[in-house]
């Protein structure tokens, strides 16, 4: 079957760093991505991992283990306008272009 | 502004009626894409189209329907055989392959009366 796995909340200080787990389980791989959404807002792209290893864009991190069906979303430097669900989505391979969602992990981020 | 735009941001639906949500892309993207979004849930993809002319159906695609007669546009029809319509839908865009990022429209909320 096809599972992601993301953890459903997670809580963090201002200034302070945060890593969010994923883990998935597919058929097909051709490809991670991560997104931003705030609530009630479309999703916005941050991420895109195909290769194992660590691609750095500013603030925000994110690695992938193809060996081992994981990825992670680091955030650092938080500020206030971080808090917003983040969305781990695999590529499931292929000659279409079809992803498949985790359920999403919303981050507050307190003062 | 290159961009994805969808209509209606908010649409209410009585019982019996088909509704139309409305997608448009000028990014001159080739792939479009419509998802459900429910609470607790991921994204849930219900029809995309790689080219004018041709869709396919997703892994929810019962109760929706879709066309592709141009590259800008992809309207989704929430037919009334769709017996929990209540969602937020959106719209995505691509280039054509595999591994291309999708760009999502703001998302339209469909309520039931």
């Known amino acids: ?111 | 502004d290159g961009g994805i735009t969808q209509s209606p941001k908010y649409l209410f639906r009585k019982e019996g009626q088909n509704v139309t949500l409305s997608c448009e892309q000028n990014l001159n993207h080739d792939a479009m894409y419509w998802y459900r979004q429910d609470p607790g849930q991921g994204l849930r993809l219900i029809y995309y189209s790689q080219i004018v002319n041709d869709f396919q159906k997703g892994d929810i695609a019962e109760g929706y329907s879709v066309s592709r007669e141009k590259k800008e546009s992809f309207p989704l029809t929430v037919t009334s055989a769709q017996k929990n319509p209540t969602a937020f839908y959106l719209c995505a865009s691509s280039l054509q392959g595999a591994g291309e990022t999708q760009y999502f429209g703001p998302g339209t909320r469909l309520l039931v009366l």
């Open chain 1, 1 to 111: 079957g096809q599972n992601i796995d993301q953890p459903t909340e997670m809580t963090a200080t201002e200034g302070a760093i945060v890593q969010i787990n994923c883990t998935y389980q597919t058929s097909g791989f051709n490809g991670l991505f991560w997104y931003q959404q705030h609530a009630g807002e479309a999703p916005t792209f941050l991420s895109y991992n195909v290769l194992d290893g660590l691609e750095e864009k500013g603030r925000f991190s994110s690695f992938l283990s193809r060996s081992k069906g994981y990825s992670y979303l680091l955030l650092k430097e938080l500020q206030m306008k971080d808090s917003a669900s983040y969305l781990c989505a695999v590529n499931r391979g292929g000659a279409t272009n079809k992803l498949i969602f985790g359920t999403g992990t919303l981050l507050a981020v307190q003062p």
